[in-house]
T-cell receptor, first 117, second 111 residues
Framework: DAGVTQSPTHLIKTRGQQVTLRCSPK?????VSWYQQALGQGPQFIFQ???????QRGNFPDRFSGHQFPNYSSELNVNALLLGDSALYLC????????????????FGNGTRLTVT | KNEVEQSPQNLTAQEGEFITINCSYS?????LHWLQQHPGGGIVSLFM???GKKKHGRLIATINIQEKHSSLHITASHPRDSAVYIC?????????????FGKGTKLSVKP
């Protein structure tokens, strides 16, 4: 049973470019959450997708956008990259992480390390 | 918005020692998460707990809902326990994925 997989593992981009990161959730999971972790810091919540819609969003600019596909996999897109976007991007999956539903444990991927030069 | 405070930030222990990491949060929550992050970056979820105590091998997590405080204990610590331990709580009104993370405790266990 595959866990959460993220691709690519590493990526180097130039300031101003655009990047797409991918996340495949654990089998049976339908909710995907994305996080940014700068070096030496704790992760920060970017947004969450459920039923192909962005359900919740953290304090990130519109340059950060996402998508969820019918097979529950998800993409994180970042436009107009800044040097400060260099970070480890993590995704986590869970099952029906919605109000009124029992708490669902999170399963994390190994992350994509993005370097912006 | 929930605020999560974690202590200590750094911890060095000798193999076999009993270790405690503390976490406090400001807003009532449905569950608190303890996570482990190794130098490679991947995060492993250790516990999600809503009340009382949970145990998995040498790891024990406790939570006091009234005091908004949780602890992670490691018994008989081993060098392979060396990692960053992070507690995280759902943001106010948020789902389990919408987490506020503590700054982490970097644990180093010496043989």
């Amino acid at each position: 049973d595959a866990g959460v997989t993220q691709s690519p593992t590493h990526l180097i981009k130039t300031r101003g470019q655009q990047v797409t990161l991918r996340c495949s959730p654990k089998s049976g999971h339908d909710t995907v959450s994305w996080y940014q972790q700068a070096l030496g810091q704790g992760p920060q919540f970017i947004f969450q997708y459920y039923e192909e819609e962005e359900r919740q969003r953290g304090n990130f600019p519109d340059r950060f956008s996402g998508h969820q596909f019918p097979n529950y996999s998800s993409e994180l897109n970042v436009n107009a990259l800044l040097l400060g976007d260099s970070a480890l991007y993590l995704c986590a999956s869970s099952y029906k992480d919605i109000p009124g539903h029992p708490n669902s444990p999170l399963h994390f991927g190994n992350g994509t390390r993005l370097t912006v030069t | 918005k929930n605020e999560v405070e974690q202590s200590p930030q750094n911890l060095t222990a000798q193999e076999g020692e009993f270790i405690t990491i503390n976490c406090s949060y400001s807003v009532g929550i449905s569950a608190l998460h303890w996570l482990q992050q190794h130098p490679g970056g991947g995060i492993v979820s250790l516990f999600m707990l809503s009340s009382g105590k949970k145990k998995h091998g040498r790891l024990i997590a406790t939570i006091n809902i009234q005091e908004k405080h949780s602890s992670l204990h490691i018994t008989a610590s081993h060098p392979r326990d060396s990692a960053v331990y992070i507690c995280a709580a759902p943001n106010y009104g948020g789902s389990q994925g919408n987490l506020i993370f503590g700054k982490g405790t970097k644990l180093s266990v010496k043989p």
